[in-house]
């Protein structure tokens, strides 16, 4: 396959990142994770054992490091210095590991992210030599400052952080994918695999997930339809759509020849 993404020069068959929090144990998250065909998945510092908890079930047992590509995250981080200081210590948990996924939080209830802080923590671990995969807001401008300042992807939420409630806002996203030169991931708000398919066709690189894939009655199963959801969308995205056309209806079949 040629179709790649492309991330920090490294290269991925998938365009399906998935989370490893909510799973009811290690086993599950594993089992999920091989079902989706997901290559990098993202771990919460502050929340999953991947080495700081000596003694306790660690992550890195149940999806090696050297199997998939690790994506520190820095969920429940409400400043920029949080931030910076949770990532500093993923990358010494992980030997000198640079690919970050950034997120500040604005608000506990909402979980919307603080951009102000984002902004800054985005240009201090920049210069500090991380490659910065960022959540922000759907706003054109801001997604655009984030690759200025040298992110090596932007990540628009869909919707609110484990609303379930899809793609709120297609037309922001579609300036935001036409202006970009990285690659623009939708992060947040997937609920089913309808909403994977869409953010595909729309020309996303790629979607990360979890609450979709954790939180359904059968995991395993739902990780599988986001794995066919996402594919599905990348090629109908590159085949091209017919155009919609508002009361011209045509014919399927030929209407010369016909048989009188």
């Known amino acids: 396959m040629t179709d790649t993404l492309n991330i920090a020069g490294k290269s991925y068959q998938s365009r399906l990142l998935v989370g490893t929090g909510k799973y009811k144990d290690f086993t599950e998250t594993r089992a999920a994770i091989d079902a989706s065909g997901a290559e990098i998945v993202t771990v919460a510092i502050r929340r999953t054992n991947i080495g700081q908890n000596a ?14 590509t690790y994506l520190p995250n820095t969920a429940g981080c409400y400043t920029a210095d949080d931030a910076v200081r949770t990532l500093r210590l993923a990358r010494e948990l992980l030997d000198g590991h640079k690919l970050v996924k950034l997120e500040v939080l604005g608000d506990p209830k909402t979980l919307y992210p603080n951009m102000i802080e984002t902004l800054q923590a985005a240009e201090t671990l920049v210069k500090d030599g991380f490659d910065v995969m960022v959540y922000c807001s759907d706003d054109p401008i801001i997604a655009k400052r984030l690759e200025e300042i040298g992110c090596v992807a932007v990540m628009p939420l869909a919707s609110l952080i484990g609303s379930g409630m899809g793609i709120l806002n297609p037309w922001n996203l579609q300036i935001i994918i036409e202006n970009a030169k990285v690659p623009v991931l939708v992060d947040a708000g997937v609920g089913t695999a309808s909403d994977a398919a869409i953010a595909m066709e729309l020309g996303c690189d790629g979607v990360l997930m979890n609450t979709a894939i954790a939180a359904a009655r059968d995991p395993i199963r739902m990780a599988g339809a986001m794995k066919k959801a996402i594919e599905a969308g990348r090629d109908a995205y590159l085949a091209g759509r017919m155009p919609k056309k508002l009361y011209s209806a045509a014919p399927s079949s030929p209407t010369t020849g016909m048989i009188e």
Do not use: R
């Not at 079930?57 to 050297?66: A, G, K, M, N, V």
């Open 55 to 68: 003694g306790e079930p660690s992550l890195l047992d149940f999806l090696p490091p050297e199997e998939f």
